[in-house]
């Protein structure tokens, strides 16, 4: 149900109470069909967290298929993530206050309070003021979720054009946060430091950047284009 991590490490739990619907079922004609169930408050603070998670991590949006947030950067500054972090909290403890009415419930409220206890603890050991690897941090989701971008319409290359115009300031925040770690005793592996940059000098920006008409969703229309 919950994103499993602010910065979109993985979704993780998203969706998982809808995938499980128990066995209540209503019988007609002798053939079971499963019942339609009423949303619960659980259901609710699940649902609320999303909604103001891909507010805070616009790729996460973009990434579960959410509309509305494709032309915007998260904040990777450490106020973008102590806000994400402030999220799961608030989230935690509206959980438990909560009693589970059924089974789609236990497994939401148990699948959030781990993920989300995750990303607390998380956050508390500083780990995303050092979030630099060679497979998935925001060096590399501030190129990649390009590729995940719709490009048919004017439409979606405007989203295109005003999430590439914003990716600037999400660096700046990304470096801040970097620096915010470094200063605190927070440090990446250097393992990881020097895996980066041999993948930028290995793969440059050719795979970022192209010509119109290979492939990449940078590249401009040929026709009714967006400036």
């Not at 169930?37 to 973009?62: G, M, N």
């Not at 806000?83 to 409220?109: F, K, N």
């Not at 590399?140 to 914003?166: H, P, Y």
Request: charged share 30%.
């Amino acid at each position: 149900r919950a994103g499993a991590r602010s910065g979109g490490r993985t979704p993780g739990v998203a969706g998982c109470a809808r995938r499980y619907r128990g066995p209540v079922t209503s019988h007609t004609s002798g053939t079971a069909h499963p019942a339609p169930r009423t949303p619960t408050a659980i259901d609710e603070i699940a649902e609320q967290h999303v909604h103001d998670l891909v507010a805070l991590d616009p790729i996460l949006a973009t990434d579960l298929g959410l509309p509305g947030r494709d032309g915007e950067m998260p904040d990777w500054s450490p106020e973008g993530h102590d806000a994400r972090a402030a999220l799961a909290r608030r989230t935690l403890e509206r959980l438990a206050g909560q009693e589970p009415a059924d089974e789609t419930d236990r497994v939401t409220v148990a699948a959030m309070q781990e993920r989300l206890g995750v990303e607390v603890d998380m956050a508390d050991a500083s780990e995303d003021l050092r979030d630099l690897n060679v497979l998935h941090s925001p060096a590399q989701k501030a190129r990649s979720i390009f590729d995940l971008m719709a490009t048919q319409t004017e439409e979606n290359w405007a989203d295109v054009a005003g999430r590439l115009s914003r990716v600037p300031d999400a660096l700046r925040g990304y470096r801040a946060s970097l620096s915010a770690g470094r200063q605190a005793g927070a440090h990446p592996r250097a393992q990881d430091v020097l895996g980066r940059i041999e993948g930028e000098d290995r793969e440059g920006h050719a795979q970022f950047l192209r010509k119109p008409g290979e492939g990449c969703a940078l590249g401009a229309p040929e026709e009714g284009g967006v400036d």
